[in-house]
């Protein structure tokens, strides 16, 4: 018998920021002394660090489009998967996390200079 995988969506920060003023919810499972140092400057955004993921995920709602991030992607990827294989079904992780978010200048508080950037992203030609 043959598995089908289903491979979890994700999206760039600028589709992100549309979605976000959009309505959709976005949720960052980055651990608590990350978010002190730089956080994402949107309404109503949701903190549930990865450390507590499987303990407070239902506080997520099912009934909306959410959007997870972390810095680089990489968590909030696993945390997509997560909730994915709970039986949410709007769900997608925005990839390369708020390090590119910072590099397209979107909203943050914080300092920006305390985010470990990649390189991928040096042009403004990248979404």
């Not at 909306?64 to 709970?86: P, W």
């Not at 909203?107 to 030609?125: L, M, R, Y």
């Amino acid at each position: 018998m043959e598995t089908t995988t289903i491979k979890a969506t994700e999206i760039c920060p600028t589709s992100t920021f549309k979605r976000v003023q959009e309505g959709a919810l976005l949720v960052d499972v980055r651990e608590e002394n990350e978010i002190q140092q730089v956080a994402f400057n949107v309404p109503k955004i949701m903190y549930v660090p990865i450390s507590e993921f499987e303990k407070r995920f239902s506080e997520i709602p099912q009934d909306r489009e959410v959007i997870l991030v972390c810095q680089s992607g990489s968590r909030s990827l696993k945390a997509t998967y997560f909730l994915m294989n709970h039986g949410y079904t709007h769900v997608v992780n925005m990839h390369s996390g708020i390090e590119r978010w910072i590099k397209k200048g979107f909203p943050i508080i914080g300092d920006a200079s305390s985010v470990q950037s990649d390189s991928c992203c040096s042009s403004n030609s990248c979404c």
